[in-house]
């Protein structure tokens, strides 16, 4: 190999090292935690649920916010991040888990069906802002105005102590 060549090979290495550096805080950007907010309709007569009551409104164990205000429960679809954090956090279920408790809760006649699926944080915004007593879980950097954010145990999204992440 001539000396030219290898100048022109390491010089192309190290271009090469360089650029993969230089995307590094990049990829450590995009995996950095995001909160998972829980957002209601505008009307809904809540501002505050504790991890156990939030719980017991996506478990379908309430089911009316107050006496004329039905809970509406809206889950993004499998494989969603939030989806995941909320089967983790909350249902303490795995996706198996899941539709096997939605069956069983079905067939028992306790619920008339499971929670509405959405496919993306924008339609859960539309839907929960559209649908009186909804209740939807939405990546935090994606909650529209006209949404009411719930507080989870006294905290907000982006505070610390929030459970949702």
């Known amino acids: 190999m001539t000396a030219d060549r290898k100048i022109a090979s390491r010089a192309a290495w190290l271009l090469w090292c360089l650029c993969l550096f230089s995307l590094q805080p990049l990829a450590f950007d995009s995996a950095r935690v995001v909160d998972v907010a829980v ?3 505008p009307d809904t007569p809540v501002t505050n649920l504790t991890l156990a009551e939030a719980r017991k409104v996506f478990l379908g164990n309430r089911q009316y916010w107050s006496t004329n205000i039905p809970v509406v429960l809206l889950i993004r679809a499998p494989v969603a991040r939030e989806r995941n ?23 028992r006649a306790e619920a008339a069906s499971a929670p509405k699926v959405v496919y993306s944080n924008d339609m859960a915004n539309e ?8 209740i939807a879980f939405i990546d935090a950097r994606d909650v529209r105005s006209g949404a009411k954010v719930l507080r989870v145990n006294g905290y907000l999204p982006g505070e610390p102590g929030y459970p949702l992440r």
């Open 39 to 41: 957002v209601v309709h």
């Open 85 to 107: 954090v909320v089967l983790k956090t909350i249902y303490q279920m795995s996706e198996s888990q899941f539709k096997q408790y939605w069956i069983a809760k079905i067939f």
């Open 127 to 134: 839907l929960v802002t559209a649908i009186p007593g909804a």
